[in-house]
């Protein structure tokens, strides 16, 4: 509808609220993501520097083993 006639386009006011709406909900379920994906982040680390710490130590274990079986038969 044009202003001059005096009848105002309603349906723009209440798309932008509605966009307005979705964009606020968008961030708020954005940021509920980066929350999760923070703490799976740090769980995966976590679980990372365990398996770094673990593994060297296996692999000098046996390596160690190893050494000591091949020098035992010669």
């Known amino acids: 509808m044009t ?7 309603d349906q723009g006011d209440i798309e932008q609220a ?3 709406a979705l964009r606020a909900e968008r961030d708020r379920t954005l ?6 994906s923070r703490q799976t982040a ?4 976590e679980q990372l520097r365990k398996i770094a710490r673990m593994a060297p130590l296996a692999s000098l274990s046996m390596a160690f083993l ?3 079986l091949l020098t035992r038969r010669h």
């Open 31 to 36: 940021s509920r993501l980066d929350a999760d």
């Open 66 to 68: 190893l050494g000591f």
């Open 18 to 20: 509605s966009g307005a």
């Open 3 to 9: 202003e001059a006639s005096g009848l105002v386009n």
């Open 42 to 45: 740090l769980r995966l680390s």
